[in-house]
Nanobody, 121 residues
Framework: QVQLVESGGGSVQAGGSLMLSCAASTSAYDMAWFRQAPGKEREGVAHINYSGGIINYSDSVKGRFTISRDNAKKTLSLQMGSLKPEDTAMYYC?????????????????WGQGTQVTVSS
């Protein structure tokens, strides 16, 4: 079992920035950030493999968000910039990619409880 705890969410105006963090009980796996807005499916935002050598972003955040990890501290981060109202969602940290598509929610085994990000116009 892998425990994941997200933090760093909050409210920000459009154009602003936020940094999300995820504290993990292990750094042994690929990890990713997902988000889910009310009434919408969970959407993959960014993926990073164990070593940090492979990174993938959804088209909707490419160039604005940066995923990173510190394996020694067992933390995953998401630096979000140029935020838009459509970035408003609950953001989740996920771990243990079982194979398939890096930004597909069903391909991950462990999830945190989420942290809310609200972007106002």
């Amino acid at each position: 079992q892998v425990q994941l705890v997200e933090s760093g969410g909050g409210s920000v105006q459009a154009g602003g920035s936020l940094m999300l963090s995820c504290a993990a009980s292990t750094s042994a796996y690929d990890m990713a950030w997902f988000r889910q807005a009310p009434g919408k499916e969970r959407e993959g935002v960014a993926h990073i493999n164990y070593s940090g050598g492979i990174i993938n972003y959804s088209d909707s955040v490419k160039g604005r968000f940066t995923i990173s990890r510190d394996n020694a501290k067992k933390t995953l981060s998401l630096q979000m910039g140029s935020l838009k109202p459509e970035d408003t969602a609950m953001y989740y940290c996920a771990a243990y990619f079982r194979g398939g598509r890096w930004l597909e929610a069903s391909d991950y085994s462990y999830w945190g409880q989420g942290t809310q990000v609200t972007v106002s116009s």
